[in-house]
């Protein structure tokens, strides 16, 4: 068996495993990028939410204000009837219509007050959620700038790794480099590392006759469970 036969298919299992590496890099990067943007979109949502609902609350406590001063426009014309009544009942009439108004008055008092603490508390919230904002946003673009720099970064070592996988499969013999990507194809790794008398690839005893063989270094083996190239490194 040719030395360099081994050498050369640990150095391609070597690079494809690096190559491999780098390209689920690539494909996990831009995932990683597009949720550091949903983190700010999320962020930046929350505080627009809060300010929409500030401004939804302050229009609510104008409409209340102007129903208070349609109910004191309307005391003041019963007021004014008042002095005009002529029987007992309209006075009277007119007094509960005026007792009406001023405790409808008193209810959306109390109404504007509780608008007006809870506008008080998301103006809180809101002063709170900008200061983390502007530093959430800051760290946001700096952890989105060093992902976009690490991903130009892999893909120029992607590049680099893949010409020298080229340059080492020019050395390599066409049916043993054919032999290689089958099973590489097929079961993910092509070449495994005899421990003990166990196949690496699928951990599986190895047949003390191929054993044998191996250790002596007589031809290639390839696993008879898994197919995987046979490499034994005496320890």
């Known amino acids: 068996m040719?030395?360099?036969?081994?050498?050369?298919?640990l150095s391609l299992q070597k690079v494809d495993q690096e190559i491999s590496d780098l390209e689920k890099l690539i494909n996990q990067i831009p995932k990683e990028i597009e949720n550091l943007k949903?983190?700010?979109e999320e962020l930046i949502y929350k505080f627009e939410k809060v300010h929409t609902d500030i401004k939804k609350l302050e229009a609510l406590k104008r409409e209340k204000e102007l129903d208070i001063q349609?109910?004191?426009?309307?005391?003041?014309?019963?007021q004014d009837a008042l002095d005009k009544v002529r029987t007992n009942e309209e006075y009277k009439a007119l007094l509960r219509e005026k007792a009406q108004a001023e405790e409808a008055i008193m209810e959306i008092e109390d109404e504007i007050l509780l608008i007006m603490e809870e506008i008080e508390n998301l103006q809180k919230e809101e002063e709170k959620l900008k200061q983390i904002l502007e530093k959430e946003k800051e760290k946001i673009h700096k952890k989105i700038k060093q992902k976009e720099e690490q991903l130009e970064q892999v893909k120029q070592k992607l590049q680099k790794i893949k010409e020298e996988r080229e340059d080492l499969i020019k050395s390599m013999k066409t049916p043993l480099l054919s032999k290689y990507e089958m099973i590489k194809k097929k079961r993910g790794s092509a070449v495994a590392v005899v421990d003990s008398d166990t196949c690496t690839g699928c951990y599986l005893?190895?047949?003390?006759?191929?054993?044998?063989s191996l250790v002596k270094g007589e031809k290639l083996l390839t696993c008879p469970h898994c197919g995987r190239f046979l490499i034994y490194q005496p320890k």
Do not use: A, F, G, T
């Open 2 to 9: 040719d030395s360099s036969d081994i050498q050369l298919l």
């Open 70 to 78: 349609s109910y004191e426009d309307r005391i003041l014309k019963i």
């Open 205 to 212: 005893i190895i047949p003390p006759k191929v054993y044998s």
């Open 38 to 40: 949903k983190q700010k």
